[in-house]
């Protein structure tokens, strides 16, 4: 007999916003209803209760004592951050742009952290006048804050972003391991808290980021391991206790057929086992977690409307008056070595039968603008809207918005 068909891989269910008569209803609203008020196509629309239920789930399944940051350059959109600071325990920014969001929203400076490479002196020093704290990433970092410790009269709040001599397997973008521009070489740990103590920082703890985007629990568990350990290694030459270990994340959430959403339960049992030992080996430490795409992705909506329909050969075009310059991850086009789909949805048509297959286009003039490539949509005419899920992180901030000089997104927190 012949082997039967395999079945091609499919995207993970969308269930994340409610369908009624045949429409979306981000934040409760019809979309077509919800494109009137925004007054324009393309937008972004972030639910404010996927947000929630998304730290919700996460809180009522990983140890009560873990905090939950929201590394900001996922979304800074100044609203959802807004909205975000009331339901995390710390913001994480990696500029001094991002920095203003994230004092803006009321979030006490002891709960803001900076990381990032390429810290400028000016940054520091308002990072220093702010009272946040530094996850320093070079040996000049520490006599830029030192200097601006001094001149300001103030304490240089420390840590230390460590480059570890492994990686986050199966990430969709390695940070860590091997020579990178982030963070400081284990290896070179030691000296580094040398001078911190000679210089006179305030050292609070270690950061570690190895990864981003893995749909793999034992992966993620593995790098929390190693981390926790390289931290407790390291402990030894700290001029202090340290108070905080912040263990990145690197959570990812399912974009393309085939990918799973990730199980979160080996996670907080690692992270509980985790608490357990750091009880003795790191007993003044809180544990935490910096995630960006797994707050925000999947609480946001790409929408542009379809402006024309076409036929070239044996494919169905729909050209749509969003695209690349708004999204363009959605197009493949950051970080991805092959292109696929992301999950599409014509947002007014929910209940149609999905019976043509279709490539969905933006607007510019190039072979790399397109939002769907052959994926089977109901029928769609001029006028419908175009629905990118998954759109919640590093989509408008992620995108050049000046590219061919369309005009602009709009993004509304529902
Ligand atoms: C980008 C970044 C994050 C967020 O990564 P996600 O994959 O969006 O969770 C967290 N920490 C640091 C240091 C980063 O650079």
Redesign the pocket.
């Given at each position: 007999m012949p082997d039967a068909p395999h079945p091609l891989p499919q995207h993970a269910p969308m269930t994340q916003f409610a369908v009624s008569h045949g429409e979306l209803m981000p934040g409760g609203e019809r979309l077509t209803t919800l494109a009137a008020r925004v007054g324009q196509t393309p937008f972004y629309a972030y639910g404010r209760s996927q947000l929630r239920q998304r730290i919700t789930e996460l809180r009522q399944t990983l140890p009560p004592k873990i905090r939950l940051h929201y590394?900001m350059?996922?979304n800074p959109m100044p609203a959802l951050v807004g909205f975000m600071a009331g339901l995390v325990d710390g913001l994480?920014v990696?500029s001094a742009g991002e920095l203003k969001v994230a004092l803006d929203t009321g979030m006490s400076p002891k709960q803001i952290s900076f990381?990032?490479p390429g810290k400028r002196d000016a940054e520091l020093r308002q990072a220093v006048a702010a009272g946040v704290l530094v996850n320093i990433e070079s040996f000049r970092e520490v006599d830029v804050l030192a200097q601006a410790s001094q001149t300001l009269g103030l304490p240089a709040r420390a840590a230390v972003r460590i480059n570890p001599d492994f990686e986050l397997k199966s990430s969709g973008m390695k940070?860590g391991g091997g020579p990178k521009p982030f963070g400081v070489d284990v290896e070179q740990v030691p000296t580094l808290l040398a001078n911190m103590g000679r210089a006179g920082l305030s050292f609070e703890g270690f950061h570690l980021?190895p990864g981003?985007?893995s749909l793999q629990a034992e992966a993620i568990c593995e790098a929390l391991q190693q981390s926790f350990d390289l931290a407790v290694r390291l402990s030894q030459h700290a001029p202090d206790k340290v108070r905080v270990l912040n263990l990145?994340?690197?959570?990812g959430v399912p974009y393309f057929p085939g990918d799973k959403p990730l199980d979160l339960k080996p996670i907080a049992e690692q992270l509980e086992r985790l608490l357990q030992l750091g009880q003795a080996q790191l007993p003044q430490a809180t544990l935490a977690l910096?995630?960006?795409?797994?707050l925000v992705a999947e609480a946001g909506i790409y929408v542009t409307r379809v402006v024309d329909r076409k036929r070239s050969r044996d494919q169905v075009y729909l050209v749509a008056d969003g695209g690349l310059h708004h999204h363009l991850a959605a197009t493949g086009n950051f970080g991805q070595v092959l292109r696929k789909n992301y999950p599409v949805a014509i947002g007014n048509k929910m209940d149609a039968p999905a019976s043509q297959v279709t490539t969905v286009v933006g607007p510019s003039c190039t072979p790399l603008d397109v939002l769907a490539e052959r994926l089977l949509l109901p029928e769609a005419q001029v006028g419908d809207l175009v629905v990118v899920f998954q759109s919640g992180?590093y989509g408008a901030s992620a995108s050049p918005h000046q590219f061919l000089a369309h005009p602009p997104c709009v993004e509304v927190l529902v």
């Open positions: 590394a350059k996922a994480d990696a990381a990032g940070m980021y981003s985007q990145g994340g690197g959570l910096e995630l960006g795409r797994y992180a």
